[in-house]
């Protein structure tokens, strides 16, 4: 993907010239209109694949030889949320190239990481741009930074930052020291809401499938699909899938420390069994004649809003791999079995419409 | 919030450790604190195997098999054959620092 050629040269505000240095562009520390709408979309849609920022070094307000040294990746978001903080400072920003991915993901692949910021080091000409041998990592970088490394090749010391670019003035202010709550990754309720769209999305591209193959499935008559069965007995199921995915993407995750149990599967499992449960009393018995689609149903879409909801493990800040491991153990022969079965009551459902058992 | 109960591959070797501190600088989730001039394992439940730890600590007094807890990614690692991994530009808008 022509990564360079979509990359955004920030917003030059001026230029700042070090003494016998090439000059570095300054950015500004307020958001433009254009800046809020790219947080939007990259917020719901795949358009944060593609907004990024030139690597290098780049200058906030008026910085010196003394002043400190920050460095973020370059998806265009972690860098403008981290000039957005620095407000009424004085900084110099070194952008690592992380092929557009924000530092914590980064330096889980290993792009935010050690090789690429000596080098980012060295090709800014650092050493020559301050005087101190400072340099600010945020702290979710330290998995692919070795402190002790970037020290001996490059002279500098790491200083992890805080985990949140807001705290940085504080930071800077207490003499680089961290109080803390400030290396603690948090996930509260409005994190959790703006992560949603990126829950739904993929799973609403799932849905066209499945709607076919329920769709199918009830409209299936021995001289072919009836569009009207199709859609009488469909439809319940439809309005299940978007509700599976309803309490797995979006009410999951909201309420994710309210709803009882560590394990995701069984969060998720228990809010579509609720919604499956409430929607029910909507569709009286006599809608199939037959109480076998109900017992499909009741199998089926809460293991649905499971499977969802584990997908969030992706989202979260606290779940370790092995936890997500142990819990796909267990959960996909139960999702596959169960999917075969419900499958299963619903063929017979038929056959017994068609009187042939 | 807390994940599940004690399946997190975190060793830690005290012997090993001098007491610099990097690895409560560098843990998202206090999982370290120091006593005595030594780091402690205080709260093992909370670690996410992020790994930041390990790779800081210059003694060699953490050990932990690090990799993203995500379901995606395992399930891919399952069909792969692979690792787990992940298309991260999909996932998390995380906001963190930077
Ligand atoms: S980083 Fe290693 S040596 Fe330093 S305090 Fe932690 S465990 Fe001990
Ligand atoms: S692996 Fe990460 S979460 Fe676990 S103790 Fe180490 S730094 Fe903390």
């Given amino acids: 993907m022509g990564i360079e050629k979509l990359s955004f040269l920030p917003r030059a505000v001026g230029v700042k010239k070090a003494a016998g240095q090439p000059a570095v562009s300054k950015v500004s520390s307020e958001w433009t209109w254009k800046d809020r709408l790219g ?78 910021l000596i080098s980012r080091i060295n090709e800014t000409n650092l050493h020559n741009v301050v005087t101190h041998r400072r340099i600010i990592i945020p702290q979710l970088g330290a998995v692919g930074v070795n402190a002790r490394i970037v020290q ?30 400030m290396r603690l990754a948090r996930f509260n309720m409005l994190d959790r809401l703006v ?45 299940f899938g978007l509700m599976a995915v309803f309490t797995g993407a979006f009410i999951t995750p909201l309420l994710l420390p309210f709803i009882p149990f560590r394990s995701f599967a069984v969060k998720g499992w228990l809010t579509g069994m609720i919604a499956v449960f409430v929607l029910m009393k909507g569709i009286e018995l006599w809608y199939y004649k037959s109480l076998l689609p109900l017992a499909a149903a009741y199998i089926f879409f809460p293991l649905a809003s499971s499977y969802i909801a584990l997908q969030f493990t992706g989202s979260t800040t606290f779940t370790s791999m092995s936890g997500v491991k142990k819990e796909l153990k267990i959960g996909v022969p139960v999702y596959l079995t169960a999917t075969a079965l419900s499958l299963l009551i619903l063929i017979i459902y038929k056959l017994s419409q068609w009187r042939v058992i | 919030m807390k994940y599940l109960v004690d399946v997190v591959t975190l060793e830690f070797f005290q012997e090993k450790c001098t007491g610099c501190g990097r690895c409560i600088e560098v843990c998202p989730h206090g999982v370290f604190l120091l006593r005595d001039k030594k780091a402690f394992v205080a709260d093992r439940d909370r670690c996410m195997e992020c790994g930041a730890c390990a790779n800081n600590c210059e ?11 995500c379901a995606a990614a395992i399930i891919n690692g399952m069909i792969t054959g692979g690792p787990p991994s992940c298309d991260c530009g999909e996932q998390s808008g995380s906001d963190c620092c930077g």
């Fill in chain 2, 59 to 69: 003694f060699g007094a953490i050990k932990v098999n690090s990799g993203v807890g």
């Fill in chain 1, 195 to 239: 992560l949603t769209p990126m829950e739904i999305n993929p799973a609403m591209k799932k849905f066209p499938l499945f709607a076919l193959i329920a769709l199918v499935l009830f409209g299936l008559q021995p001289s072919g699909i009836l569009f009207k069965d199709a859609w009488e007995g469909g439809m319940p199921f439809l309005i």
């Fill in chain 1, 39 to 116: 947080e939007i979309k990259c917020r719901i849609s795949s358009f944060r694949m593609r907004y990024t920022v030139r690597p290098g070094l780049y200058a906030v307000g008026e910085p010196s030889v003394e002043s400190d040294v920050f460095v973020t990746a370059n998806y265009k978001l972690s860098f403008d949320i981290l000039r957005r903080e620095l407000k009424g400072l004085n900084v110099w920003i070194i952008v690592l190239d992380t092929k557009g991915i924000n530092v914590w993901c980064a330096a889980g692949k290993g792009t935010f990481g050690t090789n690429e």
């Fill in chain 1, 152 to 181: 001996q090749r490059t002279g500098f010391r790491v200083y992890f930052g805080p985990v949140y670019a807001k705290d940085i003035p504080a930071y800077i202010r207490a003499g680089h020291v961290k109080t803390p709550e």
